[in-house]
């Protein structure tokens, strides 16, 4: 089993759709967590990180469940310039390492 | 100093032949990670160093791989005997305690 695995998509969406993406993480001890967006043929970038609160940024909304062991990413009002990869992040050993899941394709249309 | 930066960004090289990649991460951040990322794929971690030791080594990296930070500073990533599956982008990360994880463009490896 994968340390962090997410559905790879693609989805494709209309413009002005609401999405979501989930991702689960086998690692309990697991400390930070984060979702990455990964533009065609470029780096990756921090979206957003994830608390246990929660937390939401525009039309962005990040969720952890540290029961279940997942992450989940909302978008609301979906954008044609939302179409990337979103990848997600989990760290363990303190931070050290940073462990990807295989990313999930979002394509946004008209 | 604008962010990661990683040299060069394309290099083709034919098989057993070895390359050598440098990074440089952003001032003063004393965290930084390799990453092999291959088409549809997320990256895949190599190597961390802490300033300059090595601290952790993934068990995917074979001996033919080789990476160093000599004065906790710049870092170079040396794939020795290349083969085609070593074709792949190799990116570059830099943080602190207190900041996420800043990647550079990557460096494609295209093994022939």
């Known amino acids: 089993r994968k340390e962090v695995e997410q559905d790879p998509g693609p989805f494709n969406v209309p413009e002005g759709a609401t999405v979501a993406f989930n991702c689960t993480y086998s690692n309990s001890a697991s400390q930070s967590f984060f979702w990455y967006r990964q533009d065609c043929r470029k780096e990756p970038k921090l979206l957003m990180s994830v608390y246990s609160s929660g937390n939401e940024d525009g039309r962005f909304t990040a969720q952890l469940n540290r029961a279940s062991q997942y992450i989940s990413l909302l978008i609301r009002d979906s954008k044609l310039s939302d179409s990337a990869t979103y990848l997600c992040?989990?760290?363990?050993?303190?931070?050290?390492?940073?462990?990807f899941g295989t990313g999930t394709q979002l394509k946004v249309e008209l | 100093d604008t962010g990661v930066s990683q040299d060069p960004r394309h290099k083709i090289t034919k098989r057993g032949q070895n390359v050598t990649f440098r990074c440089d991460p952003i001032s003063e951040h004393n965290r930084l990670y390799w990453y092999r990322q291959t088409l549809g794929q997320g990256p895949e971690f190599l190597t961390y160093?802490?300033?300059?030791?090595?601290?952790?080594k993934s068990r995917l990296l074979s001996d033919r791989f080789s990476a160093e930070r000599p004065k906790g500073s710049f870092s170079t990533l040396e794939i020795q005997r290349t083969e085609q599956g070593d074709s792949a982008m190799y990116l570059c990360?830099?943080?602190?305690?207190?900041?996420?994880?800043?990647f550079g463009q990557g460096t494609r490896l295209t093994v022939v």
């Open positions: 160093f802490q300033n300059e030791a090595q601290l952790e």
């Open positions: 990360a830099s943080a602190t305690l207190r900041t996420e994880a800043f």
């Open positions: 992040v989990v760290t363990t050993g303190g931070g050290n390492k940073l462990t």
